[in-house]
């Protein structure tokens, strides 16, 4: 977490802003969910609007590559947490749009130790870029939804898992939408429950495609060893 203002409390004003910057690269590039949080609408406490130099405050945290970030006394204590939060979520996501995903990291099989998920995760998100489509990835542990985050693909990642847990910590993580849902023992007959689940709440519609996306580090279906990736119509 980049706590700005406990950063700016123990260091000289003007580094926090090059600091912020550095840990999240660092983060980023290590395969770290990364939050930037403290005085980011700090006038919407006492006022409902928020200055222009706060919004950019915000825009440039989401540039940089963080994953989450987060509102403290503007909720806890202000007068307008509800438009606190409304302003973030606007400006945060105006500027998510603007960005271009798959950036393929200078450290490529170093993050997470594992040569071939990485760049496996790389493809499917260049695939996914390419085709202009979301991704559906089906995991017990997180690790290839979390991969395929760090690539920061343009479409949402749908990760589907049947451990709490991991659906709790995947919400962390940019770009991915984590749904709890029992895996059953056909890996087709689960495919179809999830597309079905993601059309019933509106997430995707009937004839849009998606890229289903299985890891064979660990592997959920015992036949299934290799990563696989497929493109489905809806």
């Not at 890996?187 to 079905?196: N, P, Q, S």
Request: proline share 4%.
């Amino acid at each position: 977490m980049v706590a700005r203002g406990d950063l700016g409390a123990e260091l000289p004003i003007e580094e926090v802003p090059l600091l912020q910057e550095e840990i999240i690269r660092i983060c980023r590039s290590m395969g770290k969910a990364v939050i930037v949080a403290t005085n980011m609408l700090e006038s919407m406490i006492v006022h409902p609007t928020p200055t222009r130099a706060e919004v950019s405050d915000i825009a440039i945290a989401v540039r940089e590559g963080a994953d989450a970030v987060m509102l403290s006394g503007e909720t806890a204590h202000g007068k307008f947490p509800l438009k606190a939060v409304k302003v973030m979520h606007t400006v945060a996501l105006r500027t998510e749009a603007t960005i271009s995903g798959g950036e393929m990291p200078p450290n490529l099989g170093q993050a997470f130790k594992n040569y071939m998920s990485e760049m496996f995760a790389y493809h499917a998100t260049m695939m996914s870029n390419t085709l202009g489509i979301s991704t559906v990835v089906f995991t017990r542990t997180g690790f290839m939804a979390i991969l395929l985050s760090h690539y920061r693909p343009s479409g949402t990642i749908f990760a589907f898992t049947n451990e709490k847990r991991v659906q709790q910590r995947l919400a962390l993580y940019q770009g991915v939408c984590p749904i709890y849902m029992e895996f059953l023992d056909d890996a087709e007959e689960t495919f179809e429950k999830a597309l079905a689940l993601l059309q019933r709440q509106g997430m995707v519609k009937e004839g849009e495609e998606v890229s289903l996306v299985q890891s064979g580090r660990q592997p959920i279906w015992r036949f299934q060893s290799t990563h696989n990736i497929q493109v489905r119509k809806v």
